[in-house]
């Protein structure tokens, strides 16, 4: 099996608050470094009720402190939201607290509606045309300070902080390449191009400094439980919330219901079916044939699990189940992590 990560959106269930959500994350961070995931992310949202880790460099600093090994970053900060030089300077301090552990996942999409985009931003000049520009201006400020610069990231100037592209389209896959870095799918929620997004990242990649081969990553929800029918039950929180969300009616993550299948009508079908086609929902046995299968199709370097459950007691035992049908188990840092640096599949395991 391929290395496994965890991207955690901090959800807000019905009923809590986001602190509670955010001290959920900390403890699943713990959980799952002891489980042996390689990698813990979090993504930048804005105005959802149900994801607490809008403010994503804080977040993380507060997932950081509280682990040990486990690398931590973002999946992703929003670049057109951000100055290049506002984002280099708050993963540059927490690179500097937490040196070889911190990376930095970027997309172009703004992370929530035109609206909160407006009100986030004031203007909208920035936009998704501006994101090449954006992302290596960024790696700039983390390249030592050259004679006479004089604008520059401090803490952020001459740390290691490894970029990747984020992207649910093929323009993220052909910047990616380009760029020679590392690249993440969102096919946990967007998979209808992400077959041929990998075929053109593989195809048109330039080795660079930080990673001499293409890398990459596929999202994957991973809902395990002790039997496929309780997994299903769960797995009706993140299918509730997709529903409401799309159609306009955003909240925090709702309790399972049972057998909700039944109750769902043509049209939520067919946006379930469309957003949510590479879930894999069962018990071990399930959940490791499912696995197997999309690595084999998919030729994944790296699988990202995000599983949106209700009960957070449930939610940690089925990253548990993962961790176990896959073999995981606690090991020594990398090297590459201690380097921070990604080094192609199959070196440094």
């Known amino acids: 099996m391929v290395p496994l990560s965890v991207l955690d959106l901090s959800p807000i269930t019905e009923g809590s608050d986001a602190g509670q959500a955010l001290r959920n994350s900390l403890d699943l961070a713990r959980h799952v470094e002891a489980l042996g995931y390689r990698r813990y992310w979090m993504a930048e949202h804005h105005n959802l009720p149900g994801i607490a880790s809008a403010a994503t460099a804080v977040a993380l600093a507060h997932v950081a402190a509280g682990t040990r090994s486990i690398r931590i970053g973002a999946g992703g900060i929003m670049l057109p939201n951000h100055a290049p030089l506002l984002i280099a300077e708050q993963f540059g301090t927490l690179a500097a607290l937490h040196p070889g552990r911190v990376e ?18 004031r203007t909208l000049h920035s936009t998704g045309e501006e994101f090449p520009q954006d992302v290596i201006e960024l790696m ?43 690249f993440a799918f969102a096919s946990h929620f967007a998979p209808a191009m992400m077959v041929e997004a990998m075929a053109i990242y593989r195809q048109r990649f330039r080795p660079s400094e930080q990673l001499a081969a293409p890398h990459v990553m596929l999202g994957l929800n991973i809902v395990a439980a ?43 079908r067919a946006m379930l079916d469309d957003a949510l086609s590479c879930a894999i929902v069962g018990g071990a046995q399930t959940v490791r044939e499912g696995m197997e299968a999309f690595v084999a199709r998919t030729r994944a370097d ?37 380097r921070g640096r990604l080094l192609p599949r199959g070196e440094g395991e």
């Open 302 to 338: 790296e699988l990202m699990v995000t599983a949106n459950v209700f009960d957070h007691a449930k939610r940690k035992r089925s990253f548990a189940i993962v961790a176990e049908v896959a073999g995981l188990a606690p090991l020594p840092i990398p090297p590459d992590q201690v």
């Open 104 to 121: 930095l996942g970027l997309g172009r999409a703004p992370g929530s509606d035109q609206i909160t985009a407006r009100a986030m931003r």
């Open 140 to 182: 700039e400020y983390f390249k030592p300070v050259e004679p006479g610069q004089r604008v520059q990231a401090v803490p952020g100037a001459g740390l290691d902080v490894p970029i990747w592209i984020l992207g649910s389209s093929t323009f993220g896959a052909q910047l990616a390449a380009y760029l020679g870095l590392p």
């Open 226 to 268: 002790e039997s496929d029918d309780e997994a299903r039950y769960l797995f009706s929180s993140l299918q509730q919330s997709f529903i409401n969300s799309r159609s306009g009616r955003p909240g925090p993550l709702p309790a399972p219901v049972e057998n909700f299948d039944a109750h769902i009508d043509p049209y939520a």
